[in-house]
């Protein structure tokens, strides 16, 4: 389920005070919260990180540009979904907006209905994005409770390797695997391999543990979080780092 939209802010950067206070209007009339400001500058100064929400700001901003605004935010690791709109649109400007990651561009003057439209994109898509990386949170908070034993299990089921392999690689019994296996999938909250395997794509745990795993055998925490802090949040280029490695053998491989 994703986060209710009404805990969710959009913030209007526009130096003009009639088209800046007629968007706040209409994000108001949708029952929703507006922060206004006049500059990047004033802006930033003032922002809190932990907000969330999307922002529609002025391309053509007096000091900092909005795409400059939109180049320091990257630089800041500042992810809220950007709507640029300008009265002086151009086509290298567009298409450079888009390539630094705004998600639309609107030309002045545009109708109430096309603007909410691509602000009821933004907040959806800022949703999907908390909720994800409310997931990678939780993923590696289990992850930290299993043992170094479980993670090396671990780490040869997602490699792939059926059970009988395992027992061998790590010398032990088969048993001892099945049980194991048990409790890593009690842990991560998982019903099955194929679950606890969407969990690993979710984190870039495949390439990052079965690839390269550490001196003891499994990956750290740290080495965990690391991987995470690296991943895109672009769930397109996020499936396609992991799709890199070599898909892990279905669950009835393992048994």
Not at 9 to 35: C, F, K, N, Q, T
Not at 38 to 43: G, L, N, V
Not at 94 to 106: D, H, I, K, P, S
């Amino acid at each position: 389920m994703l986060p209710t939209l009404t805990h969710y802010s959009v913030y209007v950067i526009d130096d003009d005070p009639i088209g800046r206070e007629s968007v706040a209007a209409l994000v108001r009339s949708h029952g929703m919260e507006v922060e206004t400001y006049e500059s990047a500058e004033t802006f930033m100064a003032s922002f809190d990180r932990a907000g969330s929400g999307c922002m529609v700001v002025d391309m053509r901003l007096p000091g900092m540009s909005g795409m400059e605004l939109q180049k320091r935010l990257v630089q800041d690791g500042i992810s809220l979904p950007i709507i640029m709109i300008t009265g002086y649109a151009d086509i290298p400007s567009a298409v450079q907006a888009m390539r630094n990651g705004a998600l639309t561009f609107l030309e002045k003057p545009c109708s109430d209905q096309k603007l909410w439209e691509a602000i009821s994109q933004a907040l959806d898509l800022e949703a999907a994005s908390r909720l994800q990386r409310q997931q990678r949170t939780d993923i590696v908070c289990r992850l930290k409770t299993l043992s170094g034993d479980e993670h090396c299990v671990l780490d040869m089921l997602l490699a792939g390797k059926p059970n009988k392999i395992i027992a061998r690689d790590l010398e032990m019994g088969l048993r001892t695997v099945e049980l194991r296996r048990a409790r890593i999938l009690e842990k991560m909250h998982a019903s099955s391999l194929a679950e606890l395997v969407q969990m690993a794509m979710l984190v870039k745990l495949i390439v990052a543990m079965a690839q390269e795993p550490s001196a003891e055998g499994f990956a750290h925490p740290n080495e965990i979080e690391a991987t995470i802090r690296s991943l895109p949040d672009d769930p397109i280029q996020r499936m396609q780092t992991a799709g890199s490695s070599d898909s892990p053998r279905s669950e009835a491989d393992g048994t």
